[in-house]
């Protein structure tokens, strides 16, 4: 490593007070991300009777809509590596917003509008590898040993906005819905996405971005050999290539992509089967009451918050590739052992919330760990891409099932064979990653400096 000069450029300190801000602004965004998705979900039956649309032409819109939401959830990566991290968290904030607001239009457009609508919702549920990407290079950058050896942790309480959201969406919805409609909830829920999204221009740009920009600027004013001097000292590779999509595919980004990607691909089945259709395989394979399903539902969310907080600990102290594969096996595990064993009450609530506790709970590692895992130059699009292939797992997963139940099989084997063992080979999947990190770190040669390390 180079030392740095006494008069180069180099980024300013990352705060404490920056990166407490960050991580709280980061959960709200994740959170009314979810409560937009989630919202969705909840009111699609009284959007669908405002359609004249009956149960299977609405399933069939959501499979489209859940196609174009990996499609335009994809754009959040390159606003990342080519504007900012701040700018990419605004993006994809406002998208979220977007879709609510134009969701409300849905009664006045023809029906296949709402497919374009409703794709937006693709940025939304991206916020989280934006999210990843961001906090792990700011979490990297500070002089605090105590952020630096719980960033994971940090990490696991903004991941844990999913379930926030999804009880924002489920209460405000009761309370709403009777009095402005279905129409005017989503216009609600547009309100706290966009003031979020405003206040991500009070956010640190993280030190990676600003060097890779500082490094750009000086080389296209002629500045070659400063701009040379700082790319050595930050320890930045590759600082002279415009970055492309097709760069997570090629060199050691290849297994990256590969690996995480299909990983995340596969655990999306089990997400699909075990948590978006938990209460129908529960009441059906087991012959659970739906009140007592509602009850193992929210029990099990409670538990999987816990798993949130327990995998991000956890991933600090063993290495996060390694806790997300283990979460992941365990969990098909588990499930399968819910799926074949008995069905007494309490037999069911123990087995589908360990099952739960190990399926959601590494999603604290997984978006960190992706950001961790690329160069400053392709983290974005790295991040954007494996958060958005994950619903091309659900789509499948529904598909399978659907084929099974048709052809005269069980939920009981369609969760299985869609469920629990995609789970399992999600686990291997990850396996197959780098343990190697493109982390930032600071280290002290005369100055504090951002450099690319391995962990």
Wanted: net charge positive; proline share 4%.
């Amino acid at each position: 490593m180079s030392p740095i000069s006494n008069t180069a450029w180099r980024p300013a300190h990352v705060t404490n007070g920056q990166i407490k801000f960050a991580t709280v602004l980061a959960l709200l965004a994740w959170a009314f991300a979810v409560y937009d998705f989630i919202l969705f979900g909840t009111l699609l039956p009284e959007l669908g009777k405002s359609l004249g649309m009956d149960e299977a032409a609405q399933a069939g819109l959501v499979t489209w809509m859940s196609a174009g939401a990996v499609i335009v959830g994809l754009a959040a990566g390159p606003v990342m590596d080519k504007f900012g991290r701040k700018a990419g968290m605004a993006f994809a904030t406002t998208g979220a917003g977007v879709a609510s607001v134009l969701t409300a239009l849905a009664g006045l457009l023809p029906a296949p509008f709402l497919v374009l609508i409703r794709s937006f919702s693709g940025l939304g549920l991206s916020e989280q590898g934006v999210n990843g990407a961001y906090l792990s290079e700011l979490y990297g950058a500070s002089d605090d040993p105590r952020i630096k050896k719980r960033q994971g942790f940090i990490y696991s309480l903004v991941q844990g906005g999913w379930p926030i959201g999804a009880i924002l969406a489920a209460a405000l919805t009761a309370v709403l819905l009777p009095h402005i409609g279905w129409a005017g909830c989503f216009v609600f829920a547009a309100i706290p996405s966009f003031i979020v999204a405003a206040l991500t221009r009070k956010l640190r740009e993280s030190p990676q971005f600003e060097a890779i920009s500082k490094i750009h600027q000086l080389q296209k004013s002629g500045a070659h050999a400063e701009a040379q001097e700082i790319s050595a000292a930050l320890g930045i590779e590759e600082h002279h290539k415009p970055s492309t999509m097709a760069d997570i595919f090629r060199g050691r980004s290849l297994r990256t992509t590969l690996s995480l990607g299909l990983g995340h691909v596969l655990n999306y089945f089990p997400v699909q089967v075990f948590s978006v259709l938990g209460t129908t395989v529960i009441t059906t394979i087991h012959h659970v009451s739906f009140t007592n399903s509602l009850a193992i539902l929210l029990m099990s969310n409670v538990v999987a918050y816990l798993g949130y907080l327990t995998h991000g600990a956890l991933g600090d102290r063993f290495g996060r590739r390694n806790v997300i594969a283990f979460g992941w096996i365990t969990g098909g595990i588990v499930f399968t052992a819910m799926i074949f064993g008995p069905s007494d009450f309490w037999t069911v609530v123990a087995l589908y919330s360990v099952g739960t506790f190990f399926l959601i709970g590494p999603y604290s590692c997984v978006l960190f760990f992706v950001g961790e895992s690329y160069h400053t130059r392709i983290r974005g699009r790295g991040a954007a891409f494996v958060a958005a292939v994950g619903p091309i797992g659900a789509i499948l997963a529904s598909a399978a099932a659907t084929g099974i139940l048709g052809s005269g099989g069980t939920w009981a084997t369609a969760a299985f064979y869609f469920g629990a063992i995609p789970c399992v080979l999600s686990g291997v999947a990850v396996l197959f990653a780098r343990k190697n990190q493109h982390v930032a770190d600071p280290v002290h040669t005369g100055a504090d400096v951002v450099v690319e390390v391995a962990e």
